[in-house]
């Protein structure tokens, strides 16, 4: 079964950044849209932030606009999330999943959804300290 590795996580002030990556060895990486999630103690998990490594489209959640960016290396099989102006709310293990979608369309309309993604990675730690 194809596995996605996080790299990463770490600990870190807030308004500090992080940079996060997943990869895919030995996927077809341009075929997938990948995701970003994350779960803190005690509440369900998050999308964060997806791209679909085909054309590029990307999705963020309303609390990380303008602060995360995630972009894609396909020549490398590595989705990046570039993490900055960090906030203790943002604490929580982050994972990279890829959905079972491969249409642009699907793709957008369950970005977010968990179980439209078949595929995760184990997590990488990410605490922000205030």
């Known amino acids: 079964q194809v596995q996605l590795v996080e790299f990463g996580g770490g600990l870190v002030q807030a308004g500090g950044s992080l940079r996060l990556s997943c990869v895919a060895p030995?996927?077809?990486?341009?075929?997938?849209?990948m995701g970003w999630f994350r779960q803190a103690p005690g509440k369900e998990r998050e999308g964060v932030a997806v791209?679909?490594?085909?054309?590029?489209?990307?999705y963020y959640a309303n609390s990380v606009k303008g602060r995360f960016t995630i972009s894609r290396d396909n020549a490398k099989n590595t989705v990046y999330l570039e993490m900055n102006n960090l906030e203790p709310e943002d604490t929580g293990v982050y994972s990279c999943?890829?959905?079972?979608?491969?249409?642009?369309?699907?793709?957008?309309?369950?970005?977010?959804?968990?179980?439209?993604?078949?595929?995760w990675g184990r997590g990488t730690q990410v605490t922000v300290s205030s």
């Open positions: 030995g996927r077809t990486f341009s075929h997938y849209a």
């Open positions: 791209v679909h490594t085909r054309d590029g489209s990307t």
């Open positions: 999943a890829s959905n079972r979608h491969t249409a642009p369309a699907a793709v957008r309309d369950t970005a977010f959804r968990p179980r439209e993604y078949d595929t």
